[in-house]
């Protein structure tokens, strides 16, 4: 199988290193709207450089969108018109209308799409899935998420991304949405800007937190920063009525125990592509099966369009000041 790759940013590079080492791809084309990034890869990885996105698609079987949000809804409607399947990184776009378009459009074509949350593929995650599912946790009483990156990102990444609801956020709310098997039924979200003054050159924050009550009545909050000096920290501690359990906590957890005898959580993680690199390999791995036929896709584009609709619920929380429900946002 031939893949396109459009895009060679930091997540575009470690889709190209992956999918250059996968024994289902023989070829790598890669292109980039900054020519010198897309031979560089192309070189690393023993890949070939196209100067367009239409002659990435068009020398591929099959494509992955790893291009800036804004350039994902135009870029998707060009693979569903060229027939090729699919791997779109999140968010699936830039707005809700053009989420929710890209929806109905994938949906009529039948081209099989995939969506790039790759915390799904994460072993403790998918572990934490299969106890809920066994029951092996009882009721779900609340589950808290923590989202600290270890650095802010370039500034100029800050406008293109659509804020950190729909940058960041976006994955926690579709690891709830994963774990339980429920809709978030309403939120309340605040932010502010604590450390870094160029995110409000953009309207956005770097440091929020969110209130979500689910529709079975299971509650969440989740805690996020754009910096943490300990390192990268993502976790899901989820309390129910027979078990107790975390992800995220073990020998990288970037913070300190201050009890007498407590663990020492040693080194922290130094950013995402570390901290989940066997999970990008996972789905995409499995995003070749899904192009290859072989299965169905883990992630669709409406699994995209729902943890959008609760990131838009929660800037619309944030900017004026009220719990959303989600009935609202569609
Ligand atoms: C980035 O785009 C990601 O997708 C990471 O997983 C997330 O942790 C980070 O905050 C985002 O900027």
């Known amino acids: 199988m031939r893949v396109g790759l459009i895009g060679a940013g930091r997540i575009g590079r470690m889709h190209g290193a992956v999918l250059a080492s996968l024994p289902g791809v023989d070829a790598v084309v890669v292109s980039d709207v900054n020519a010198a990034a897309a031979e560089a890869l192309a070189a690393e990885i023993g890949g070939r450089a196209v100067a367009t996105a239409a002659e990435a698609i068009d020398s591929a079987d099959a494509v992955v969108v790893a291009a800036a949000t804004d350039a994902h809804a ?29 929806v109905d459009l994938v949906a009529s074509s039948g081209v099989p799409v995939q969506v790039g949350f790759q915390r799904r593929f994460d072993t403790a995650y998918a572990e934490a899935r299969r106890l809920v599912v066994a029951g092996e946790l009882g009721v779900i009483y609340t589950i808290r998420l923590i989202a600290h990156d270890a650095a802010p990102p370039p500034e100029a990444y800050i406008p293109t991304s659509g804020g950190i609801f729909r940058d960041s956020s976006v994955h926690d709310f579709d ?6 098997g429920e809709e978030v039924e309403d939120v309340v979200a605040v932010g502010s800007v604590r450390g870094f003054e160029m995110f409000s050159r953009y309207g956005d924050s770097d440091t ?42 073990g020998p990288h957890t ?27 390999r996972a789905e995409l791995e499995r995003f070749i099966d899904v192009a290859g036929g072989r299965a169905p896709s883990p992630c669709t584009a409406d699994d995209g369009y729902q943890a959008m609709r609760i990131a838009v619920a929660a800037g619309t929380s944030m900017a004026e000041g009220r719990s959303v429900r989600l009935a609202e946002i569609v």
């Not at 569903?80 to 809700?96: D, H, M, N, Q, V």
């Not at 690891?175 to 339980?180: I, K």
């Not at 970037?254 to 990008?280: M, Q, V």
């Open 254 to 280: 970037p913070t300190r125990s201050l009890e007498p005898g407590g663990p020492d959580f040693g080194t922290g993680w130094d950013g995402f592509l570390a901290r989940f690199e066997p999970a990008y």
């Open 175 to 180: 690891s709830l949405r994963f774990m339980t």
């Open 74 to 102: 135009p870029l998707l409607r060009q693979t569903i018109a060229a027939s090729r399947p699919t791997f779109i990184e999140k968010p699936l776009a830039f707005t809700l209308e053009e989420s929710r378009e890209l």
């Open 208 to 249: 929020v937190a969110a209130l979500l009550r689910m529709t079975d009545g299971t509650i969440a909050t989740l805690s996020q920063t754009r910096h943490n000096p300990r390192g990268y920290d993502i976790r899901m501690e989820i309390v129910g009525s027979r078990d107790t359990v975390s992800i995220g906590l």
